[in-house]
């Protein structure tokens, strides 16, 4: 096969931002990422460049003007004004919290996969790569999953200006669930979605979802179990992907290539290793249709830089770099072999003879009971009475709790509209009401717009 162009779209103030103190989202690793593709000299064998930045304008081809006026507005100091339209359009604060330049982020992240798109379009490239995106979560006017801005919709909507099918397909390890979701009753995209099942964010993805009216059985979802190795999802991604690509026949393919469905993800689950991983990309690479890699997740940074997949194959000896530290084990193994080091010096403890007991302990401290003695049978019938009067009243303690949870939960279900539905959150995988009380009006006491910038 003759080599395919490759154009890489980054902008290094992508990984300035930071979703606020401890989160689990890290913008910071798209510049590791960048470090590393630099320091295994994969730079000159593609097309480098700064994308555009998306305006407002681009980004209500699929967000609501309202929603994206919104985002344009919010910071951390205006979060207590707005916040019912922080409750409506933000969701769980935890997940999705109005952290500085919210809005200039997703410019970046969405203005690459709008790049990425137009030089698929114009055959300027065969691959076009926005790592920074990827961000599968979002819906038309609410920011879900760590997502404020869904890019991926952006990129597949301009390419059907121009090719007549686009195939998705999402190998991120939560459902993606805004895609499938904008592409539900529509026969020109095929979302294909590979992710862990059952009590999992988004709570989404069951194979008994499949599309609606036109578009039915254009969403395929493959639910997985806990601790997926390379073998199980190779034998399950390769055999679907080929009978898609046979059936369906795409003009262009769009890959989210999420990173946390590697193994040791501080959010993930699964048991996939970086090969496993870009055995993914380089089955579409080898298909020799224009491809679209998207980022995603990947929320245990060393993971997210290593499963780029371009070339058939990478050195595993890791090149040095500025970041080269932060690929190391999660301990120094030199601390702990000084500790075993100190100890060769001493002798090895023992302890000093003595007797060994023969018999029971209560033969040898002299200790005797009788067996027939009236008083332990009191004490035990006592005791044992105590016990039922105990148990007896701990359940009636438990169903008065039950009766005021029942009440409480019936007057707070009826006061809700019946529009209202529970959502389930990425932090905790747990389903939850939402009101505008739950919103922490204040503005958090640690939160920093820039990190050290990286070249």
């Known amino acids: ?125 065969d691959i076009a790569i926005n790592w920074a995106g990827g961000l599968h979560h979002a819906k038309k006017a609410e920011a879900s999953g760590f997502c404020y801005v869904n890019d991926i919709n952006l990129c597949i909507l301009e390419l059907l200006h121009y090719h007549t099918r686009v195939l998705y397909v999402d190998i991120d390890c939560h459902h993606g669930d805004g895609v499938e979701e904008a592409f539900l009753t529509t026969d020109r995209v095929m979302t294909c979605s590979f992710h862990k099942a059952g009590n999992f964010f988004p709570g989404t993805g069951t194979r008994a979802d499949r599309g609606k009216g036109k578009g039915k059985g254009y969403a395929v979802n493959v639910p997985l179990q806990d601790g997926l190795s390379d073998e199980s999802f190779k034998s399950i991604f390769e055999p679907v992907c080929s009978k898609i690509l046979e059936v369906f026949r795409p003009s262009v393919v769009v890959l989210q290539c999420g990173a946390d469905s590697l193994a040791g993800d501080r959010l ?26 998207l980022g995603g997740g990947g ?111 019936s007057s707070v279900s009826s006061t809700r509209s019946r529009s209202a539905q529970p959502k389930m959150s990425i932090m905790t995988n747990r389903w939850q009401w939402l009101d505008s009380s739950s919103v922490n009006a204040k503005s958090p006491s640690k939160r920093r717009k820039f990190f050290p910038s990286y070249a």
């Open 299 to 409: 929320y245990t940074i060393k993971n997210t830089a290593c499963a780029l997949g371009v070339e058939n194959e990478l050195d595993m000896h890791l090149p040095w770099h500025d970041h080269f530290e932060c690929f190391g084990p999660g301990s120094r193994s030199s601390d702990v072999l000084q500790q075993l080091s100190d100890l060769a010096s001493k002798c090895a403890p023992s302890v000093g003879l003595h007797d060994v007991p023969r018999g029971g302990v209560a033969k040898e401290l002299g200790l005797s009971f009788d067996e027939d003695d009236a008083q332990d049978d009191l004490d035990r019938l006592l005791y044992e009475h105590a016990r039922e009067v105990y148990t007896l009243h701990e359940m009636d303690i438990d169903i008065e709790e039950e009766d005021t949870k029942y009440r409480r939960a």
């Open 1 to 125: 096969m003759s080599r395919r162009r490759v154009a890489y779209y980054y902008d290094r103030d992508v990984g300035a931002y930071t979703y606020g103190y401890n989160h689990a989202m890290k913008p910071h690793r798209i510049g590791m990422t960048h470090e590393l593709i630099t320091a295994y000299g994969m730079l000159d064998k593609m097309h480098v460049l700064k994308p555009p930045r998306a305006s407002a304008e681009q980004m209500t081809a699929f967000h609501t003007d309202e929603y994206i006026h919104f985002l344009s507005r919010v910071t951390p100091e205006t979060t207590q004004a707005m916040n019912p339209q922080v409750t409506q359009f933000l969701g769980f604060p935890d997940d999705n919290p109005p952290f500085d330049g919210v809005f200039e982020y997703h410019t970046i992240s969405s203005g690459g996969s709008l790049a990425a798109a137009q030089s698929i379009i114009s055959g300027a490239a």
């Open 268 to 293: 993930g689950c699964f048991n996939v290793t970086m090969q496993g991983h870009a055995n993914c990309v380089q089955f579409f690479r080898n298909a020799g249709l224009p491809l679209i890699l």
